[in-house]
């Protein structure tokens, strides 16, 4: 699906779920290179820059998250920026370009003001729109790693280990999206301060590395946290196992007098001091017992127990 956004000197195209007719289009109306052209229609994996002398083609991911898999995924964002012309490309929807579409043909003072600073301007709103978008998601995956902190200290360290599971999973797809567009970001900068020479809005553009930094910098914050989370709550495990394993051997460390006697006594009664007397069961049961309390009493003076 195909909308355009048109003001005096600028067009701004967007395309959705792109076709070979969308591909004929851009082929017979705009100059752009068979490569751009061939790159528009398969999906790809990875963002990149490419200055072709009267246009810039970028690819950029936008994070999106899957409440299904509870996970962030990467939503492919082509841009093809000319002087008087902006290309957006995507297959699925983008919220930010909604939103912005959106404004322009609702409001015919939102268009002038976002398409009168040309290619620059709308480049940057929507770049920016698109960074800002992972504070909301940033902010969601804080809210579970506090959830997860209530858990281990609240003793649910079971129903712990499955979130952490799940919020790793999210951030490691986050890393996914966020990590390879640095190199990508920095290039684009150089290479629309030779494009855009001039241009009011360079400044703009810059200020998109902070939000990506900002942005990156807070996700390995998280990602630190439940590093350490996930430490704390494995150390409450290892614990309680051992205090487990602990009791069971002092367990059957207190019954091993009983196992002893009871196989001593089974052997053959002329060996033994004790023979057919009716207070022979409470003798030995006294061993026994006497025995326990013995081994009791050493386990706490060595403070094993």
Known sequence: MMQMIRSEKFIWIDIKGPTQKDIDYLQQNFDLHPLVLKEILPQIDYPKIENYGNYLFLVVFYPFFDKEISSTLPFEVDFIVGHNFLITNHYRDIVPLSVLLHQCNLYPENLKSITKGGSPELLYRLLNEIFMACFPKLSHI???????ERMI????????????SLVKRDIIGFQRVLDPQLPVLKKMLEECEKFFKGSLFIPYLHNLLSVYEQARSILETHHHTL?????TNQSYIETRTNDIMKALTIFLVLLYPFSFFADLLSMNGQFLLWTAH?????????LMITTCLIIFAFLKKKKWM
Do not use: H, R, T
């Open 142 to 148: 804080k809210q579970n790693i506090d959830a997860i």
């Open 153 to 164: 200290f609240s003793q649910e360290n079971k129903k712990a280990i499955e979130q952490i």
């Open 278 to 286: 009716p207070s022979d069961f409470w003798k030995v049961y006294g």
């Open 227 to 231: 590093l350490v989370l996930d430490s």
